[in-house]
């Protein structure tokens, strides 16, 4: 069974900072990995997709890697920017399968 | 990007009635929907997957008597929580996939439902 965990559960950070967000899954066989960001009640915004070809993948500030092999993801965010605060939520796909696994989620506030 | 809505946003009703929340693809044929429910401060959990006039899958756990999915155009999924219980107060996402199994999965912003 897949099982997806986020380090830090929550996050507090001055603006400027440069972040790192962890995410590890228990089975590497996956088909992708994606980085979502969620407001407080609000739907998902997917950020970042790595497909498990792939090792990065970059969108301005942010940037995601993976390393399939040890079951890892990091989400690397820089400069972060007051706007930066949301949960950001980790999901993979296994092969042959449709569904996403949802991780437990990073809280993050960046105070001015 | 494209665009996935869900209605109605918010919506408050009495035990033992039944609700429903629709969710539309607006700007591409969604083959296969996803509904997820989520309870405060924890991740989402796939309640169930519909391709587009087939039954629904569901998880194990869920009660497809009580959660109904139809998914009856390329544009429209609806998920109806019959007998409500305040128990079924949550947050529900449906994410939609246009047609190859490899498509990114887009997400509503989601519906509030409170039990009363």
């Known amino acids: 069974k897949q099982e997806v965990t986020q380090i830090p559960a929550a996050l507090s950070v001055p603006e400027g900072e440069n972040l790192v967000l962890n995410c590890s899954f228990t089975?590497?066989?996956?088909?992708?990995l994606q980085w979502f960001r969620q407001d407080p009640g609000k739907g998902l915004t997917s950020l970042l997709l790595?497909?498990?070809?792939?090792r990065e993948q970059t969108s301005g500030r942010l940037n995601a890697s993976l390393d399939k092999s040890s079951g890892r993801s990091t989400l690397y965010i820089a400069a972060s920017q007051p706007g930066d605060s949301a949960t950001y939520l980790c999901?993979?796909?296994?092969?042959?399968?449709?569904?996403?696994?949802f991780g437990t989620g990073t809280r993050l506030q960046v105070f001015p | 990007g494209a665009v996935v809505s869900q209605h109605p946003s918010r919506v408050i009703c009495k035990s033992g009635t039944s609700v429903k929340i629709e969710c539309r693809s607006l700007?591409?044929?969604?083959?296969?929907m996803f509904w997820y429910r989520q309870f405060p401060k924890q991740s989402l959990m796939l309640m169930a997957t519909?391709?587009?006039?087939?039954?629904?899958?569901?998880e194990q756990g869920v009660e497809k008597d009580k959660f109904l999915i139809n998914h009856a155009s390329l544009t429209l999924s609806t998920l109806t929580v019959t007998s409500a219980h305040p128990e079924d107060s949550s947050f529900y996402i449906c994410?939609?996939?246009?047609?190859?199994?490899?498509?990114?999965?887009?997400f509503g912003p989601g519906t509030r439902l409170t039990v009363t």
């Open positions: 089975d590497s066989a996956i088909y992708n």
């Open positions: 994410s939609a996939r246009a047609g190859t199994s490899g498509g990114r999965q887009y």
């Open positions: 790595i497909q498990s070809s792939q």
């Open positions: 999901a993979v796909r296994r092969v042959n399968t449709d569904k996403l696994i």
């Open positions: 519909s391709n587009e006039g087939s039954k629904a899958t569901y």
């Open positions: 700007d591409f044929q969604a083959t296969t």
